[in-house]
């Protein structure tokens, strides 16, 4: 049979273990914390961009679509080399 002393001290270690380990936890969880808020960053940063060029993407097209239209009423001035 262990001795009452041997008992608290085991107790004492496994007290101080278990502050530990809580610790570390609590590193783990500000750890995560941090990853989503970059993930989120980085998720809000390629939407950003996605919306950047489907912006030109429409520009574009609809320069073409207004330059085809310049092209058509103008007859054939535009289209017609020059030597």
């Known amino acids: 049979i262990q ?8 107790n004492s270690k496994l007290l101080a273990e278990i502050a530990e380990l809580r610790k570390e936890n609590a ?12 993930f989120d ?4 940063a390629n939407r950003a961009n996605q919306e950047e060029i489907l912006y ?3 520009y574009a097209k609809d320069f073409i679509i207004q330059l085809n239209g310049i092209i058509e009423s103008s007859g054939s001035k ?6």
Not at 3 to 10: A, K, N, T
Not at 41 to 44: G, T
């Open 56 to 58: 030109w993407y429409l």
């Open 27 to 38: 590193e783990i969880s500000e750890t995560k914390q941090l990853c989503d808020k970059a």
């Open 3 to 10: 001795s009452i002393d041997s008992l608290r001290e085991l």
């Open 41 to 44: 960053a980085e998720d809000k």
């Open 78 to 83: 535009f289209s017609e080399k020059k030597a």
